[in-house]
């Protein structure tokens, strides 16, 4: 069984070399956030197929995006059968992985295609052509990998592309990290919308979400900036001001979540 | 001049009027120049509420250690809430007449300086262990802030570490003893009582004598509600004249009290700020050790709990006091012990009621002062004296009831005075750190403990 990572050995070489060694089996694709396989047989690619949450793709199409991975685990399992046939095989396929390759190598999108998209509250203005506003209608909310999941690969990864290039979308880690209950704490000086937690439970949230975030306080419709600070375990530090805004004192407890 | 003749003088000047000046000069120079309470006065009382009392519904919640702030002013309140404040404060009315309540206030409000910056200090300057435990006061304070004058953190040490065997323990134990007799119990049943009860309490550590405490001081607080409550109904009519003679007698005392038994002011304010000053233990430092036990994320809060130490402490005093002046009896003069038995006697429940609150008073103080003992044993002969200290002052518990050993008694009723010179000279020199220390929390600054 072979295993690896295409951050190591790109796609379209990982499928020639599979294709020039004549092999027969599966290469599935593992990212967190979709699942893809490509059957061999005899050295020749028969079926392609992408899943991303309820969306799937098979054939070509499915092909132009697995090339758009530039890291992912995979694993070849030899003599696995295909459930049916979406490619012909031949040399098609070599040139529609090259044609794929270098519509990608144009585009810059993140490589962790878990992030999710939303329009970006510090965008500007500016002018979309109709396809473009048509996406940016659909995709608040959803993981890149999901958007993608659709026919026409390499146009809508053209127009996520254009999107984020003028800041209408930004992509940003999907976090989930639970709740956690927290007793407020006053914090005695001037200014206001900033929260503190505990070093020990910001450097875990920093640790799961790789990302800059803040803070959501449940059931406040708050969200705040947030900062370590020592030796204050199980409570929120909430300046003066912000108490008296949100009707909070202390002692009280208060369920927050990180968020991107 | 022989060792007890030597006591003596001691004991004059550690307990003297100039003395009791010093003790209020220092808490004048914190209260005004360091903490700033007149600053912003009504900020400042905003906030020592919201910081303890405000805070009691977390009482179950620490930060992480092994005792909350609560429960750490719960051992602190254990020992100060003590006998003195209701014999002692019947001694000072009695002394002083009811000016000496007066001069007491001012005492109280001073002290709340001294007793805000020990606390904190006891926080700022604690040494932690590797097994989350903490060990601080004033002998941490004066060694670790003052290194040129370390001896001074030593001195302290053993001053505390031989008093609390004394006024901590044999004194208490005797007042227990003295105070159950009248209703049966054999002294040396007491003192076994006694001693299985400290041995096992101060064995557990700080958190089995917070765990008591916690339980102590409401008990406490309750017993005295039920000693003094049907009092205050009984004498309440005369309350406003009790109160408006305490302002009177506080500055011309032949005029208000008409020359009876000699009242003079000097007397007034020497009884009164006497009780201001060692009821609450406020310059001593001897509270402090409980308060660098609570586990805060900056020393200031800790400070604040001492201020509610105070506050209880003033509470219980000024009530006494006020019913023992409503109910007239302080003109018939006589000791203490007489004054309380005459005023309880109008009591439902009489000299039971008074037998048992002085008995629980003393208990509580005995196992706070074992706690304070062993750690200023600790700091000066290390972790292994801890054991050996606890079976001594449980011995001392069991010989207490019994009597004897006055002259020990004596010298370490000096020593307990005496604890009060470095502190009070630490809490001077260190009166900076503890105003950054409240500038900085006023900001909203993390705290940043020493190295």
Redesign the interface.
């Known amino acids: 069984m072979l295993t690896g990572n295409l951050a190591e050995f790109p796609f379209p070489a990982l499928v020639g070399a599979l294709m020039s060694a004549g092999r027969t089996g599966r290469l599935l694709l593992k990212p967190p956030f979709l699942e893809g396989e490509i059957y061999f047989r005899g050295g020749q690619v028969v079926h392609a197929r992408v899943q991303a949450g309820e969306r799937s793709l098979e054939g070509e199409e499915a092909l132009d995006l697995l090339v758009g991975l530039k890291r992912a685990p995979f694993t070849f399992e030899p003599e696995a059968l295909p459930p049916h046939t979406t490619l012909l095989g031949g040399l098609a396929v070599p040139a529609r992985l090259a044609e794929a390759q270098e519509v990608w190598r144009g585009l810059s999108l993140p490589s962790d295609w878990g992030y999710v998209l939303r329009l970006n509250p510090k965008g500007g203005e500016v002018e979309l052509p109709p396809e473009a506003l048509r996406v940016l209608a659909q995709v608040e909310g959803k993981p890149i990998a999901q958007v993608l999941t659709a026919p026409g690969v390499l146009r809508l990864a053209r127009v996520l592309h254009t999107l984020l290039g003028v800041k209408a979308l930004e992509a940003v880690p999907r976090v989930e990290v639970p709740p956690v209950a927290l ?1 407020v ?7 206001s919308g900033v929260a503190y937690v505990d070093e020990a439970l910001y450097a875990g949230w920093a640790r799961a979400i790789r990302h800059g975030f803040r803070l959501r306080l449940l059931g406040r419709e708050a969200v705040m900036e947030v900062r370590p ?7 929120l530090g909430l ?1 003066e001001e912000d108490l008296k805004r949100l009707r909070l ?3 009280d407890k208060v369920e927050v979540v990180p968020e991107v | 001049m022989d060792i007890l003749a030597l006591n003596e003088y001691l004991n004059r000047i550690v307990y003297g009027f100039p003395m009791k000046l010093v003790f209020l000069l220092v808490g004048v120079y914190l209260v005004i120049f360091q903490i700033r309470w007149f600053s912003a006065p009504f900020r400042m009382l905003r906030v020592s509420f919201a910081e303890t009392f405000g805070a009691i519904r977390e009482r179950t919640y620490g930060f992480g250690g092994q005792i909350t702030p609560f429960q750490a002013t719960m051992v602190a309140l254990s020992a100060t809430v003590g006998t003195g404040h209701l014999l002692g404060m019947l001694a000072a009315v009695l002394l002083g007449g009811p000016g000496a309540v007066f001069w007491m206030w001012v005492g109280y409000f001073f002290g709340t300086g001294s007793k805000f910056a020990e606390a904190t200090l006891a926080v700022h300057y604690r040494r932690r262990y590797a097994d989350g435990s903490v060990s601080g006061g004033p002998m941490y304070y004066l060694s670790r802030g003052l290194p040129r004058l370390r001896f001074l953190g030593y001195l302290f040490a053993f001053f505390a570490a031989v008093a609390a065997f004394g006024i901590g323990n044999l004194s208490q134990a005797g007042a227990v003893g003295g105070a159950l007799a009248p209703l049966g119990a054999p002294p040396a049943l007491v003192g076994l009582g006694l001693a299985l009860l400290v041995g096992v309490v101060l064995g557990g550590g700080i958190v089995r004598v917070a765990r008591f405490a916690q339980v102590v001081v409401p008990l406490k607080l309750l017993l005295f509600l039920v000693a003094v409550l049907p009092l205050l109904v009984l004498y309440g009519g005369n309350l406003p004249e009790a109160l408006a003679l305490v302002f009177r007698a506080a500055f011309t005392p032949e005029a208000a009290l008409g020359g009876a038994a000699g009242y003079s002011l000097f007397a007034a304010l020497n009884a009164g700020l006497g009780r201001g000053i060692f009821a609450n233990e406020a310059g001593l430092g001897s509270a402090a050790i409980a308060h660098a036990q609570a586990q805060v994320d900056h020393p200031v809060r800790q400070g604040f709990w001492g201020v509610t130490e105070m506050f209880v402490s003033f509470l219980v005093t000024s009530l006494t006091a006020l019913t023992f002046i409503a109910s007239g009896l302080w003109r018939q003069g006589g000791s203490a012990a007489e004054a309380a038995q005459a005023l309880f006697q109008a009591h439902p429940l009489g000299g039971v009621i008074l037998a048992l609150t002085v008995a629980v008073f003393a208990l509580g103080t005995m196992v706070s002062w074992g706690f304070y003992g062993e750690e200023a044993a600790a700091f000066l002969f290390g972790e292994g004296v801890r054991w050996p200290y606890r079976l001594t002052f449980a011995v001392l518990a069991f010989v207490g009831p019994l009597g004897g050993l006055e002259a020990f008694l004596a010298i370490s009723d000096t020593l307990n005075g005496l604890m009060a010179l470095p502190n009070l000279l630490g809490l001077v020199l260190l009166g900076g750190v503890v105003g950054r220390l409240v500038y900085g929390f006023f900001r909203g600054e993390p705290w940043v403990p020493p190295r």
Do not use: D, K
């Open positions: 007793l704490l006053p914090i005695y000086g001037s200014g600070r020592p030796n204050i375990p199980e409570r300046l004192r202390r002692g």
